[in-house]
């Protein structure tokens, strides 16, 4: 079975790190760009990160530059979102999907998707 399975989340209090995972089962990501998205209670679903299935191309949504850092471990078929100063505004629920190759813009673009890991940011 194909899928990916995030981890890592949880509450935290402002200011505070978590560290998601997103881990492959089923397939090689070494071939996947793996984004990761995010959707907060009422609001439409929105991108955080990206990076490239080589790891050499990484984008961060403005919101999240300089606080947020993508990486990727292919041997481990794992790709981590380090969270750091988080705000009460980056809670929602983390999701981390594969597109082939390259970060997409759309968000149809990308074929697998995880079931999502809960973030709060509350003191």
């Known amino acids: 079975q194909l899928q990916l399975v995030e981890s890592g989340g949880g509450l935290v209090q402002p200011g505070g790190s978590l560290k998601l995972s997103c881990a492959a089962s089923?397939?090689?990501?070494?071939?996947?760009?793996i984004g990761w998205f995010r959707q907060a209670p009422g609001k439409e679903r929105e991108g955080v990160s990206c990076i490239s299935s080589s790891g050499g191309r990484t984008n961060y949504a403005d919101s999240v530059k300089g606080r947020f850092t993508i990486s990727r471990d292919n041997a481990k078929n794992t790709v981590y979102l380090q969270m750091n100063n988080l705000k009460p505004e980056d809670t929602a629920v983390y999701y981390c999907a594969a597109v082939h190759l390259y970060c997409a813009t759309g968000m149809s673009r990308y074929k697998y998707w995880g079931q999502g890991t809960q973030v709060t940011v509350s003191s």
């Open positions: 089923g397939f090689t990501l070494d071939y996947y760009a």
